[in-house]
């Protein structure tokens, strides 16, 4: 495979630069849109930036959703939430420059990410190429060739970013929260490789590669993989929600499941972050059971099997540690009920901001969640160190 890396600044923030080709990649059964295509949602449904598209593709208002991102962002703050999900709505328009400022600054900063993020999600890419069969030597380098491509780019965008503001940096390519704010050593880039090579290596250990390869040379155990160039492909469960007559969209972003025998089925979500502190091993998160329900639906294994065995397994690296356990109806009904709760709150949100617009959103302003915001510069209650 013929790996390119160069950063031209023609790459949309949340797209790692990658010469496979995605239409080449099966994802057991399942279309995906090409490269290129009108509309790459993100795991809550919007729109990936850089992408052109008429003002008719989507609605003026964006359409109800649950996603545990969305969940996260709503708990942490209900005015980043407005602006993450609603003031930057329809602000990749070209147009939205004058004709809607303020969405546009909001999406602009709405696809910042931190270097962790970005580490993360390059991680991420790295471990689908591996399991797309590409030889993990070559994947991380690679990845690393990626990552200072990226970074060159980004640097030169934070400049821009500084000297002359939002409107000047290019739509497309890779600018990092930090860049926007200082110029930073390659230090800050070297940790960051690191980290990737350890994560990688890590990967290789674990023997999830060969179980998935063997799923996949058998021609009738389910198996899915993330695509490997980085584009968000949602897949979408239904949950019946109080007060609501339609069901609700539920996305969930998968990274890996794999049938090990069977009717035998295990779900596997890479964490690249902190081990909790605050749950045991077992405990299973909403984002798991999410995963579970949708590999168990029509587009699943549960298209030819009703009685399977499935594991949904959070993988920690580079340490290697799982989080997670076997699923099982009880609390897949429990995590449905849970969901429906949570979003029916969500939901009467979504309909006083219709109506009221920002006003509806009250802020929580906090030291440690206004420092991690990407829209504190466009916030009014933003908290503010009196040092």
Known sequence: ????????????????????????????????????????????GNVAAGTAMSATTL??????????????????????????????WQGWHRGSRENNPESRMAYFWSKRRTIATWTGRNIHNA??????????????????????????????????FRKYGAGAVPPKGTLLMEHTE???????????????TECITAFASLGIESQFRQARISGDRYHFVEPPDGIFEPRMVEFAVPGREEPLKVWAMLDCACEVECNRCVVYDWKTGREPSDREESHLTDQLLVHAHYVLGPEGIGSRSADVEIEALEVYLPSCVFYGGPITSGALEDARERISRKAADMLALHNRIREQGERACEPKPAQQACGNCSFRSMCDFAWISEV
């Open 1 to 44: 495979m013929n790996f390119d890396s160069t950063d031209t600044g023609n790459s949309r923030p949340d797209e790692q630069t990658n010469a496979i080709n995605p239409d080449a990649i099966s994802t057991h059964g399942t279309t995906r849109a090409a490269a290129g295509s009108p509309l790459h949602p993100t795991d809550d």
């Open 59 to 88: 609605p003026d208002f964006p359409e109800p959703s649950w996603s545990t991102a969305k969940q996260s962002t709503y708990d942490s703050c209900p005015r980043q939430y407005h602006f993450q999900y609603y003031e930057s």
């Open 127 to 160: 471990i689908a190429l591996c399991l797309h069969g590409e030889p993990q030597q070559q994947v991380l380098e690679h990845t690393l060739r990626s990552l200072q491509a990226e970074w060159n780019g980004s640097q030169l965008r934070g400049k821009v």
């Open 182 to 196: 200082m110029s930073l050593p390659d230090e800050a880039l070297a940790e960051g490789s690191a980290r990737v």
